[in-house]
T-cell receptor
Framework: KNQVEQSPQSLIILEGKNCTLQ??????????LRWYKQDTGRGPVSLTI?????NTKSNGRYTATLDADTKQSSLHITASQLSDSASYIC???????????FGAGTRLAVHP | DGGITQSPKYLFRKEGQNVTLSCEQN?????MYWYRQDPGQGLRLIYY???????QKGDIAEGYSVSREKKESFPLTVTSAQKNPTAFYLC?????????????FGSGTRLTVV
């Protein structure tokens, strides 16, 4: 079954600290992997899109990694800010119909 | 500014009533999508349209209907046949339906059954 699992479900960190969010997937065939940021009550906003051949991609303080062999991805946030408080959603495009398969997200709270 | 506009932001539906959620984009995107978001779950695809006057059912189309008469507009009707409609509904668009195209999402409509 094509699935995307994210961990942890929720995370609390102090402002200025770093954190890493995990994503494991069982989607096959694989097309690409995306990370989105979703503020409460808003739509998701794209952070990165990575294909099979891309191991790392950065967007400011956000760095995503992809290991296509182990089917794992991570999103690393450096020097967190209060505005980083949001849900982070891992999405894999693939499967028989090449559609987007969404993880349930990790809810991050950054405290002062 | 280009983007996707969803309206209304909040919508209340009475039992047995049909309601329509609006989605308009000015990005000149061919493909548009409707997703449903429930707490603790990933987004689930309701309907999608790759081009004007064409649309396809997603994973959870029962109780919903759509139309795509204009490139810019993709309204979603939640019918009385949808037994559990309370959810956050997101509309999205992309330049085309395939590959590495990025998706742009609207701000969502929160539908509540009263």
């Amino acid at each position: 079954k094509n699935q995307v699992e994210q961990s942890p479900q929720s995370l609390i960190i102090l402002e200025g600290k770093n954190c890493t969010l995990q994503c494991n997937y069982t989607v096959s065939p694989f097309s690409n992997l995306r990370w989105y940021k979703q503020d409460t009550g808003r739509g998701p906003v794209s952070l990165t899109i990575m294909t099979f051949s891309e191991n790392t991609k950065s967007n400011g303080r956000y760095t995503a990694t992809l290991d296509a062999d182990t089917k794992q991805s991570s999103l690393h946030i450096t020097a967190s800010q209060l505005s980083d408080s949001a849900s982070y959603i891992c999405v894999v495009r693939g499967g028989g119909y090449n559609k987007l398969i969404f993880g349930a997200g990790t809810r991050l709270a950054v405290h002062p | 500014d280009g983007g996707i506009t969803q309206s209304p932001k909040y919508l209340f539906r009475k039992e047995g009533q049909n309601v329509t959620l609006s989605c308009e984009q000015n990005l000149n995107h061919d493909a548009m999508y409707w997703y449903r978001q429930d707490p603790g779950q990933g987004l689930r695809l309701i309907y999608y349209s790759q081009i004007v006057n064409d649309f396809q059912k997603g994973d959870i189309a029962e109780g919903y209907s759509v139309s795509r008469e204009k490139k810019e507009s993709f309204p979603l009707t939640v019918t009385s046949a949808q037994k559990n409609p309370t959810a956050f509904y997101l509309c999205a668009s992309s330049l085309s339906a395939g590959g590495k195209e990025d998706y742009t999402f609207g701000s969502g409509t929160r539908l509540t059954v009263v």
